[in-house]
């Protein structure tokens, strides 16, 4: 049987010499069962020139040390970012190598109108993705359309975004590309505020024939002075008629209402187990808010005597993504479209040699693997 390795992600100006640089530090530990301990698992080092944002360092603790992993650097035209540049570290030669970027442009409101993602094959950047962005006339994103790149620009994914009158999104609904025009709304996801005017739930639902079917939901706790202390995210059950909860994350704050942790679980049967716990060390970026989907993390390894790839990977709102594995000329080798948190992809073409993965939903997530 061939065996997978899989590296894991754990998911960016030029400035005068006697500019101030500072860094603010991302700290992030597994859950160990069998010892009942946390380990570390990677830290982010973010560094700043003023109040710009410059470099995003990632490391991986092995061997009771750190490694380098990724870095990500960010380019600025009139204050404006025009580009994140990433690279791998290349442990067998001990240097960076380019591996992907992303490119921003902007309409006349200096809006962000399209952002575009690309990698690098054989030392020539290559179109992966883009999303492409609408907004009213009071300045508001209206509709995100996501385009996949397979020999020219094709429609994936559209997002559409409603205001109240106070101008807080309200609904959010999803629509495929059925081949020659979009299709009916599949995914819908309501928003629901508190008299701060604070998110504290999405529902998402999803349309079946005249039917609306409950999906997935979050809902977003805080304490008497408004701070975020915890987000619950639960599973519709048709079965048991009720939500299910499923992941959760607890925050402490300080005393300016900054997140400085957040525990991340798992629900088990009855209980909650530890998944993974973050310190968010530094002044330069406070924190305020968080996503648990933020955090994409999967592995993959062989099924079927090798013949497919099964891939897992933490989709909590059951997003729509759509997987691809890419060799290293940039070619298409397997890909599938899924909403739930694993996948089979075909692997019967996989040889031999180092891999890419994608997952394109609201965002696009990457990694890399090897077969030996």
């Keep these: 049987m061939r065996s997978i390795y899989i590296v894991i992600i754990g998911i960016l100006t030029t400035t005068a010499l006697t500019a101030q640089i500072s860094n603010d530090t991302t700290y992030s530990k597994e859950w160990n069962a069998n010892t009942s301990t946390w380990v570390y698992f990677d830290r982010i080092i973010t560094s700043f020139t003023g109040d710009q944002l410059e470099s995003e360092l990632i490391q991986v603790f092995e061997n009771e040390s750190w490694v380098n992993y990724n870095l990500v650097s960010f380019y600025y035209m009139n ?32 809006e962000i109108s399209a952002v575009t993602h690309q990698y690098i094959f054989n030392g020539v950047y290559v179109n992966s993705s883009r999303e492409v962005y609408k907004y009213d006339e009071q300045n508001r994103l209206v509709e995100k359309v996501v385009e996949k790149f397979e020999e020219a620009w094709t429609n994936f994914l559209k997002y559409q975004y409603y205001y ?29 505020y508190n008299k701060l005017n604070q998110l504290v739930s999405k529902e998402k639902s999803k349309t079946v024939g005249k039917k609306e079917k409950k999906l997935t ?42 997140i400085v ?59 729509v993504y759509y997987v691809k594995i890419i060799d290293g000329n940039g070619n298409t080798l397997s890909a599938a479209t ?35």
């Design 261 to 319: 942790t957040m525990l991340n679980q798992n629900k088990n049967k009855r209980e909650w187990s530890n998944y993974l716990f973050t310190e968010f060390r530094g002044n330069n970026e406070p924190i305020t808010g968080m996503d648990i989907a933020e955090g994409m993390s999967f592995s993959i390894y062989p099924v079927n005597y090798g013949q497919r790839a099964m891939l897992e990977f933490n989709n909590p709102y059951n997003e």
């Design 217 to 258: 939901r979050e809902e977003y706790q805080f304490n008497t002075e408004g701070m975020l202390t915890g987000q619950v995210v639960s599973q519709w059950s048709n079965q048991k008629n009720k939500w299910i909860n499923k992941n959760r994350a607890k925050y402490v704050n300080d005393l300016d209402g900054y």
């Design 79 to 110: 204050a404006q970012l025009i580009e994140e540049h990433e690279m791998y570290w290349n442990e067998s030669k001990n240097v960076w190598e380019d591996n992907y970027r992303k490119l921003y442009s902007y309409n006349e409101n200096n």
């Design 164 to 192: 109240n009158a106070n101008d807080l999104i309200m609904e959010e609904n999803l629509t495929y590309w059925e081949g020659e025009n979009w299709g009916e709304v599949s995914f819908a996801v309501n928003h629901t």
């Design 338 to 372: 899924t909403s739930k948190d694993e996948i089979a992809m075909d692997a019967s073409r996989l040889i031999k040699g180092q891999y890419y993965i994608e997952l394109q939903g609201r965002n696009l997530y990457s990694g890399k693997f090897s077969i030996e």
